[in-house]
């Protein structure tokens, strides 16, 4: 589910408010948006690749709640991981060669 | 504040009033070509999607494979062929070939619209993938350039009809503004998706069947709805459900002994069964380091869960479960009764998950590149015929009148609390045991308590603004579990994903489609299947 809005790294744009299909999120007047239905969260991580200042984290977890925190996340240098893994980055993302792709097709 | 608490057939009103020529209620594929088609027809087109059109759905957060077979005969003869026998022959070769070639085409229009496909060794461009994120945000673009009108954040919650019982358009609320919204419309697609329960299935939980209980309140027909089993393996306790890459995988119990007969594809039951009781867990021990490098590529959010949990899946074993999926990856849906995916309702048409895909897929998955290839298939097709329907239409002078029942039309009991009910259904579907490997003993179980609670349910009042949309998601999905299971009843025998322990076998005198529908009482009918010889099909 979504746990984390990073306030140093949130910049109050509201793009994750419009694209959560599951209504997750709820603007603030004057600040950045907060998670006002966690609960309704589907973990599709949209959020995540939406949000064009890596400010979100979605824990992998459909049902639980980690409690994790943005202070080990910077650590562990999640924030923005999903969408570089996508290439939604400028550069796009390196495709491994056509033979190592046919890999896939064999089984 | 109360929704507008008038009976059903009463004219309605609401904040946000539109005219328009056809309204596509969904906004993934399926109604995102629909919308664009229907504009090409020079339709006044409006989209409704329940979430954000571009993220909402099941293939928004995915990445899809797509049928997309260039039209040489020996390699389409071989698609088509391939998931006959798991289909248990009840696809239509007839459908299948023009699904094949409006593929062929959508695909490569794709590509003229700039979405990066990539090159394979000899620079032919290989086009039978998609990456989700990708793909529907290229869809919301074209869909707003065709000059669509799209109201996010807007589920339906029903209908509207004319007097003659044609539908007329439908009606809402707008989630973030706490108001309704109401479009007139001479014709309607339906894009609305499967349903799979609120499983949490990657993406899903905006899937629970409102497209399937708005058209029976009109009295259209659904086929197929006994196909509705698909479970799809994740993580345990996550969301991510891409199977494909399990067939890499070896399965073992939590001792580390290996699980006889489990497997991703053609095991996936025996997980089914050991999940009653024990843990599973799986390891992609069977991939190599170069296979590793190409499945990050091609599955990126495969890895996410994982990588976020610091598991190595290539070298450790991490348990799994598996989610319900439902009509998603399954095959019921609405019943199509013409080449325009129109349903028995005039000017109503059904697309992608919510139409029956057995057209293309029969009894067997269409998850994957057959449902890819359906959604951009039949959205076109009905968004065409809705725009010629709707233009048509155009000027005259409709009588306007709402069709939604229960949950938002007045009676005498308390109202429903969606939760519970949401609860009762997915105690009813969720279990491997009742849904997974059915039996008919199981099935009449189920069905008298879900019929319980249908009788319950009508007589409550009116949802409150607030809470009508779950509530009609609570309606919807009990509808649908019942078609399900009043369906899987019927079929006794097992026939592709539909298994019964009690009727383990094929029974080929019931190579037909089921029909059902009905919201009181349930009807369950039968249209003969094509069924021609694999002989045929490779002609």
């Known amino acids: 589910m979504i746990e984390v809005i990073s306030e140093d790294r949130c910049t109050g744009c509201n793009i994750c408010v419009n694209v959560c299909p599951t209504n997750v999120f709820a603007p603030a007047a004057g600040g950045i948006p907060v998670i006002a239905r966690q609960d309704d969260c589907q973990t599709c991580f949209m959020c995540e690749v939406y949000c064009p200042d890596d400010a979100l984290y979605v824990a992998p977890h459909a049902t639980e709640i980690t409690h994790v925190t943005a202070a080990e996340l910077e650590e562990r240098d999640l924030f923005g991981s999903y969408r570089r893994s996508i290439g939604w980055i400028r550069g796009g993302r390196p495709r491994p060669a056509p033979e190592i792709m046919q890999r896939l097709e064999h089984r | ?539």
């Open chain 2, 1 to 539: 504040m109360a929704f507008p608490p008038t009976a059903a057939s009463s004219v309605p009103t609401a904040s946000l009033e539109l005219d328009a020529d056809v309204l596509v209620i969904g906004g993934g594929p399926a109604g995102t070509w629909a919308a664009i088609a229907a504009a090409a027809r020079g339709a006044k087109v409006v989209l409704a999607d329940k979430g954000f059109c571009g993220s909402s759905g099941a293939t928004a957060p995915s990445g899809t494979g797509v049928w997309y077979v260039p039209p040489d005969p020996a390699r389409r003869a071989k698609a088509m062929n391939s998931r006959w026998d798991l289909g248990g022959r009840l696809a239509d070769p007839a459908w299948m070939r023009r699904v094949l070639d409006r593929t062929y085409d959508n695909v490569n229009r794709l590509a003229e619209w700039g979405y990066p496909f990539s090159d394979d060794a000899d620079g032919r461009s290989i086009r039978n993938g998609l990456d989700g994120p990708d793909y529907m945000r290229l869809m919301r673009k074209r869909t707003k350039a065709a000059g669509v009108k799209i109201l996010d954040h807007s589920p339906a919650l029903e209908l509207l009809r004319d007097d003659g019982g044609a539908v007329a358009g439908a009606a809402g609320v707008r989630r973030q503004k706490a108001d309704t919204w109401l479009v007139r419309a001479n014709a309607v697609v339906i894009a609305t998706g499967g349903c799979a329960f609120l499983s949490k299935a990657l993406g899903c939980n905006v899937l629970t069947g409102d497209g399937l209980l708005f058209a029976a309140e009109l009295g259209a027909e659904l086929s197929g709805m006994e196909f509705s089993t698909a479970y799809a393996m994740a993580l345990e306790g996550g969301s991510v459900t891409k199977t494909r890459f399990y067939d890499w995988a070896t399965f073992t119990f939590e001792d580390g002994s290996p699980i006889p007969g489990a497997a991703s594809k053609g095991g996936r039951s025996v997980i089914a069964r050991v999940l009653q009781s024990r843990r599973v867990f799986a390891q992609l021990d069977k991939a190599d380091a170069e296979t590793e490098q190409a499945m990050r590529y091609a599955q990126p959010n495969f890895f996410l869960p994982l990588d976020r949990v610091g598991i190595d899946p290539f070298r450790q074993r991490f348990p799994v479960t598996l989610l319900l999926e439902g009509t998603v990856r399954g095959t019921g849906g609405l019943r199509i009764v013409d080449s325009t995916c129109a349903t028995t309702v005039p000017g109503l048409y059904a697309a992608g998950d919510a139409a029956t895909r057995e057209l293309v897929c029969g009894a067997f998955t269409g998850g994957g590149s057959h449902n890819a290839a359906w959604a951009m298939s039949s959205g076109y097709w009905a968004g065409s015929a809705a725009g010629e329907h709707g233009r048509h239409l155009r000027g005259r002078n409709r009588t306007v009148l709402r069709a939604g029942g229960v949950g938002i039309a007045d009676g005498p009991g308390r109202a429903i609390d969606a939760a519970a009910l949401t609860r009762a259904v997915q105690d009813e579907v969720w279990p491997y045991d009742r849904n997974y490997l059915r039996s008919g003993e199981r099935l009449t179980d189920s069905l008298g308590r879900l019929d319980g609670l249908w009788r319950g349910a009508r007589m409550a009042q009116a949802a409150s603004l607030d809470e009508a949309q779950r509530t009609r998601e609570g309606v919807a999905m009990l509808a649908t579990s019942r078609w399900m299971y009043r369906s899987a009843l019927s079929r006794t025998e097992s026939r592709g994903m539909h298994k019964r322990e009690d009727f383990p076998e094929k029974d080929d005198s019931q190579l037909h489609y089921t029909t059902s529908g009905g919201l009181d009482e349930i009807w369950i009918g039968h249209e003969r299947a094509p069924s021609p010889e694999v002989e045929v099909l490779a002609a």
